[in-house]
C-alpha cells in the first residue's frame, strides 16, 4: 500500500500543471486545455496560449501521448529549448485497447533487464522536477501483476506499476544526477545504470579484470634462516633446507597463477632479520610469508601445522616458538620489544590473522586429501620479530614438526613440499580473493 501511495504522489507531483489525482482528471484537464488551446490561437491570445500549451504538455506526458507538436508551439513562445532528451520513437498509439496487452517481467535490477511482448511499444523520456531527475519508461500494451518499488543502486531508486489499462510506467528516479543507456531489442529492455557517485554498485568488474586486480598482488616468500644459521636439526633434517625447497616451490605455484613474487633468499646463505623485513618493504609488498618447520624435542610424538600472526599476545605455547624462531636475531635484542609490539598496526594483526586463518585452512583441508595424520594445531598469535619490521600483512608459517619422525620424513618428501606449497597457494589465494 505505501508502494502505491508513493508511486501516487510521484505521478501527482511530477507534472505541476496538472495537480489531478487521477488519470481520468488529468486527461480532463488536458482536453480542457487543447479546446483552450483553440481558443486562445482564435483570441491570438499569447498567455493563454502558454497557459493552455504547459497544460497540454505536462498531462499529455502523464498520459503518454505524444506531445512533441505542443512542446515546439510552447517553445516558440516562450523561447525555450525544447529538451532534447525527450525522444519520440514511437507514434503515438491511436487504439492501444485493441491491442491485448501482455504482461512484462522483470529479469534483474541492475542491469534493469526487462522482458516484453514483440506487440509492447516503449516511450522513454526524462524529467527533472523539484530536485530529482526522473527517467521514464512507457511500455504500452503491457501489464504487471505486481508494483515495483525497490532501491537498486545507492542513489537511484525503481518504480514500476500499472499506469493505465495498457500501460506500465517504469520510472527510474534520484535525487543525484545520473545517466542510463537503454536499448530495446529482441524483447527486452535492457537499460544500465550508471550512478556516478558510487561506481560499484552500477557495473560489477568481470571476473576476469577482477582476477587481474588482485593478481597484480606482490607476495614476498621468506624462507627461514640460511647459511650459517641452520634452524632446527632433527632426524637428519635441516630447517633451512626444507624451507628453501617449499618456498621455491610456492614461489613457481604463485608465479604460475600471475602474482609478482620476490623471496627473501634463493639459496643457502645467511640473510639478517632486518634485511628480509626491509626486502618485503621496499618491493611494496602486498603479503609476507615465512616458512618455518618446528622442533620439540620433549616430546616427538607432538606433530601438525601451525600458522603464526604477529601479535602481542603471549601463550606459553607461542612463546616458546617464537624465543626459539627469534634467537637467531640477536641485532633485535637492543630493542626495547615491548614498547615495539605495542605499535603494532591493529588492521595489519587482523589482516594477519584473516591470512593465517586462509591459510591454515587450506594446508589441512589440501594436505588431507593425500595424507593421513595431517595435525591441524591452529592459528596462534606470536610476538614474531621476522613479522614486526613488515609494514604488510604477515605471517609465519610452521610447517610441521622435525622431531616427529613422519613429519620430518614427510617434509624432506619433494611431492610432499610440492603439495605444500600448493596448499599454501590456496590458501593466499583465497585470502586474496575475499579480502580485496
Ligand atoms: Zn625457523
Redesign the pocket.
Known sequence: MRFLLLFIFIITTLFGSCNSVSLSKTYQIYSTAKQDYIKAILDENRNKKVIALKKIVDCGKVLGFNVSKYEIQLKKLTNKKVKKNTPHKYKPIKNPLKLESKYIKVISYNPLKIKLNSKMRVKYLTLNRKGKLYKIFDIYNAKINRKISKKITQNIYLIAAQNMPNKVRVVLYSRKKFKIKYSNKHKYLNITLFDKSIPKYTKMPKIKEKLKKYKQKIIVIDP??GGKDY??IANGVR?KDI?LRIGLYLRDELKRRGYKVYMTRYGDYFVKLSTRTKFANRHNADLFISL???IFRDNPNIKGVTTYYLSPARTKRAERVAK??NS?FRELKSINQKVVLNFLNKNRIIQSDKMAMDIQRNIIFNLRKYYKNIEDRGVRPAPFWVLVGTQMPSILL?TGFLTNKLEAKRLKNRSYQKRYAKAIADGIESYLIKNQ
Do not use: I
Open positions: 627461514g634462516h634452524g632446527g630447517e624451507v618455518h618447520c618446528n626459539l624462531e637467531a610452521e
